[in-house]
């Protein structure tokens, strides 16, 4: 799925619709709060990020992505106004893959995303984490079970791939709040709790693997 962040509605619409016509997924955003609140739950192939939105500028967006560990591996190309060198060179400091500068084609638009994520998918390590015929698959970002594909939250695959990193690790609620929410955990602990239940749920049978450890936390069976 590519993102495309673009306050103009005309232009978005036409992003949209030359890479759905050349084979991507895509999905617009007006505003940089839009993003913001999607990212929390979602993670995209890549982003298409405008510098110019109006109300969280991209480069502030773009060093909001790139400094959390959650999402400092989305690729993201900027799209600057002609002539505005300092923005450019700013947002390639800040991590940026790229850039387009406005005007721009659409077949050059398409051109450039296809070779970052070339760059990506070819620098990228797979990693494969496994319990049985549970398999997440952080390359393609998938979690199945023998020949079903189980469909999670950015939040619940987030919870399961520390689990199965470390199987039979007792992780407390506060743990693991600041590792898949970055932050720490204020108040009660039920919004661990409610993706704790959700992600059994979904697993089924090895959603039974997921012991709670009374006063303390939860862990996977190893």
Request: one cysteine or more.
């Amino acid at each position: 799925m590519i993102w495309c962040v673009e306050d103009d509605k005309d232009i978005r619409e036409i992003e949209i619709y030359t890479l759905r016509s050349t084979g991507f997924e895509a999905r617009g955003f007006e505003d940089g709060k839009s993003i913001l609140e999607a990212l929390k739950e979602e993670k995209p192939e890549l982003v298409l990020l405008d510098i110019m939105l109006p109300d969280v500028d991209g480069v502030s967006i773009l060093k909001g992505i790139k400094s959390n560990v959650q999402t400092e591996d989305i690729p993201v190309i900027m799209a600057t106004a002609k002539g505005m060198e300092y923005d450019k060179v700013q947002s390639l400091d800040l991590g940026a893959d790229d850039y387009l500068v406005k005007p721009f084609g659409m077949m050059e638009m398409v051109s450039r995303i296809k070779a970052v994520l070339r760059r990506y998918e070819s620098s990228k390590p797979q990693q494969v984490y496994k319990l049985d015929d549970l398999v997440l698959n952080e390359d393609t970002h998938m979690v199945t079970i023998g020949d079903e594909r189980i469909s999670l939250t950015l939040k619940e695959y987030e919870i399961l791939k520390l689990f199965l990193s470390r199987p039979g690790m007792i992780f407390t609620r506060e743990q693991l709040f600041m590792s898949v929410w970055g932050e720490k955990l204020l108040g009660d602990s039920r919004t661990i709790d409610v993706h704790i239940r959700t992600l059994r749920q979904k697993l089924g049978s090895y959603g039974d693997k997921i012991e709670t450890v009374r006063g303390v936390g939860y862990r996977l069976e190893a």
